[in-house]
């Protein structure tokens, strides 16, 4: 056998090195780094420096995804009717390039009429023949984009601290964050920080794996493990706020120095280096003052006020979150004495909600009030992917030399509404002023977008499965004319289109890559494309011949693109006052090793906020804003409010407290839904292999007193519903889980019912109102058959700052409803 170094190159949140062990030309075993215990290797086995980025249950499958039984072998066309599998029959690579080059030209023709391609497309061709459709919106991470954005600056260029600071700091606490399953990268490092002994607080709806390994709390008084109601972080945030506030806590200096909008009558003459997203606008020597009434400290004034002053504030917080108030108010203390504290969130978790961009901003709020968030060891929720030094190198050829057309935007998580009725939410001004400002083309008084055709192209994503309201969906993809999908699987929505393009995979391709950490890595795809597979790119190549798209043909190997990438890659600047000595390796010695890593000192890692300025952040104001003049001016926020605070959910605790929520079935639903992370699917992807699964079998969570009051014991099929729809599954009772909630895993993969049926109600028309539905169960229980597709964050396409609503309000049942 052979062994090739390899990354596991996926949107996971890890960062896994693969030992491919070839036979025959084919990958036939995989183990990773630590494979092979060895006598007296501990210290490098545990080393941080340079650390062994050893594989994930995902990776060690990645064989059986390689030559899983639905792997696409040819070129597929549907001949009964969208969804329905055994509709599928073998076409020629001829006839399935010619028929999808004549969608576009049928699109390219309606470009005449509207203005521009009626074309969702991701990854393919569309940017060359004209302006077309593109979603905007982030599902892991656009409600922390949009708080980041109007707290600190814009978020791809204003990054937290990196996780390699944990051992800069006297607290950590990772918030809604279950690290070993969301980040498997960085788990490593917070096992190590607290094996140095420095305190953990794991803050969380469900008791996790991150809880179990890595919490410790103290005996000082910082908690191990606090539970809080799903979409009310927000809430035991402005109560932890208010008593750092009112107990002298808070670092006035630094807030007067650095902030704005915290005090009343909070004003600035911005020295920023930021321009108004829509005018261009220069912000530096604008004045800003904040409203009366708008300032954060007028937010706790009015909480005491409304729930009976200080300890009324605490109380209404308990009732809310579920957290004692003795709690709350001790790890408010707690925290804001450590300093430096850690605040470990990213992208799972709370900010996944309806409300989760007040989340963000809130802990922005609270790390600014105690001077952590531009501080060595602090930081503010948000975590920086690498240590601030990694390798510069060449990008890729481009597909083209001609300039892309730029693309018309919306909401990605009103893509159904798009179909059906062309809005995403936004007003018919709003949506006219932003096309015909951002494109040029006037939509008209009655402002609609059409699509009419998708294409999903040489990107990551399963956008059937991984966009909220399914049964929404199906109607929608009913109506388009034309669906086109470049997959190595028979994934949903390949499985929901009309020709399949079969592409390569993991194992078929080389290229470098940065994966979540400062890392190089080379990904050695030692096996040719299987089967009739083709590179996406070479798809592309024969889409743009048969259109006479002008494009740059690869003729080069994979391999020779990287090793000039290499020839030409520098060292980063600074690294050398790190490692006087360190070199880049020869071109064979990366490839032989897969791994290049720049170990950074903990007291030499780039924290980015601690070199600006006050009152020259990248934001309007030039401050770390507590209130946002930008939001304020453009009215586009979700949830109307404009400042740092709590936001009652649209589906929440609070429906709970007064009862349940009546839907238009007219059942009341009472119980909360989470959908957290799995560490055997990464999204949707993985969803096709048994042994993963067999390892976390997919099913509902419940708390034993939730299921024994409906009659349901563990390991039963049970039927979870809500408005939007029904799934089934098995039950799993966990006492990690507390009373009232549920907790069902994303990326499942949908698959309905051939015998059940189920009567749903939502609008599908965009009048407001619901309608009835007739739709099946769906027994691969994807969590998105009952999720909502509703916007979150700030409905503005001027930067990406629409996040995902995941979970809500259901019911669970032991029979079909």
Known sequence: ??????????????????????????????????????????????????IQRRACPMGFAEKRRAFAPDRLKYPLMQTIERGNPRGFKRISWE?????????????????????????????????YLGPHLRRFGNPSSGNVRAAVFGAIGKFDEMQSNPVMDVFNSNYIVIWGNDVPTGFPSHAFMLMKAKE???????????????????????????PRFICVR?????????????????RGLHDEAFLKAYCFGFYPGDRAVSRSPARDPVTGEAYFGRSFTVPAGQSFVEYLDGLEAEHGGYEGTLAWAERLTGVDKSVIETFAVEYASAKPAFLFSKFTGPQRKNNGMYFSWMLIAISAMTGNVNKRGGGYGDVRPDDGYFVRMDAEPPFSDAEPFAPILFSSFRLNDVILHGRDGRTPAQLRADVLG?????????????????????????????????????????????????????????????????????????????QFVSDVFAVNGPMDCLYE??????????????????????????????????????????????????????????????????????????????????????????????????FAERGRTVLKAVRAQYVRPR?????????????????????????????????STYGNVPMLDEQNPHAVTLHPDDAAARGIGDGDTVYVFNDCGCIKLPASLS???????????????????????????????????????????????????????????????????IGLHAGGLCEVSATKP
């Open 1 to 50: 056998m052979k062994t090739v170094m390899s990354l596991h190159a996926m949107h996971c949140g890890g960062a896994c090195m693969l030992k491919l062990h070839m036979k025959d030309g084919r990958v036939d075993k995989i183990t990773s780094a630590g494979d092979i215990p060895r006598e007296g290797s501990r210290a490098e086995d545990e080393a941080l420096a340079p």
């Open 95 to 127: 006839e399935a390039l010619d028929r999808t080059a004549a969608w576009y030209l049928e699109a390219e023709r309606r470009k005449e009429e509207l203005g521009y391609l009626p074309i969702l497309d991701e990854g393919g061709v569309s940017p």
């Open 196 to 222: 140095a002994g420095i305190p953990v607080t794991v803050v969380d709806t469900r008791y996790t794996d991150c809880a179990a390994a890595i919490a410790t709390g103290s005996e000082g008084g910082k």
């Open 230 to 246: 799903p979409g009310t972080d927000g809430a035991l945030l402005a109560a932890m706020a208010n008593v750092i506030y009112r």
């Open 438 to 514: 951002m494109n040029g083309i006037d939509l008209g008084a009655d402002a609609r977008l059409h699509l009419e055709m998708y294409v999903r192209g040489g990107v990551s994503g399963n956008i059937f499965n991984q966009i909220p309201n399914i049964n929404k969906r199906i109607l929608a993809w009913r109506k388009l004319k034309h669906v086109v999908a470049y997959e190595s699987v028979l994934s949903s929505t390949a499985a929901w289109s009309d020709i399949i393009l079969p592409s390569s995979g993991n194992f078929e391709s080389c290229k470098f890559r940065r």
């Open 533 to 630: 597979a083709k590179p996406d790119r070479r798809i592309n190549e024969q889409l743009a011949l048969r259109l006479g798209i002008a494009y740059r043909p690869q003729t080069e190997a994979d391999s020779e693109i990287m090793r000039r990438q290499w020839e030409t890659a520098e060292m980063p600047e600074g690294y050398e006052e790190i490692d006087p000595e360190a070199r880049l390796p020869r071109f064979d010695e990366i490839m032989e090793t897969g791994n290049f890593q720049l170990p950074v000192p903990k007291e030499k890692t780039v924290i980015q906020a601690a070199g600006i300025k006050p009152g020259e952040f990248d934001t309007d104001t030039g401050r770390i804003n507590f209130y946002s003049p930008y």
């Open 651 to 683: 589906e929440g605790r609070e429906d709970v407290l007064e009862g349940g929520k009546p839907g238009a079935k007219g059942i009341v639903y009472a119980l909360q839904f989470v959908t957290p992370h799995v560490n055997t699917r990464a999204l």
């Open 735 to 801: 006492r990690r889980i507390p009373p009232g909630v549920v907790s069902i895993g994303q990326g499942a993969t949908y698959r309905p019912s051939t015998e059940e049926v189920y009567e749903a109600f939502f609008d599908a028309d965009g009048d407001g109102e619901p309608e009835r539905h007739l739709t099946p169960v769906d027994v691969g229980a994807c969590v998105n058959t009952i999720s909502d597709d509703i916007n979150s964050g700030v409905l503005d396409p001027y930067f990406c700052g």
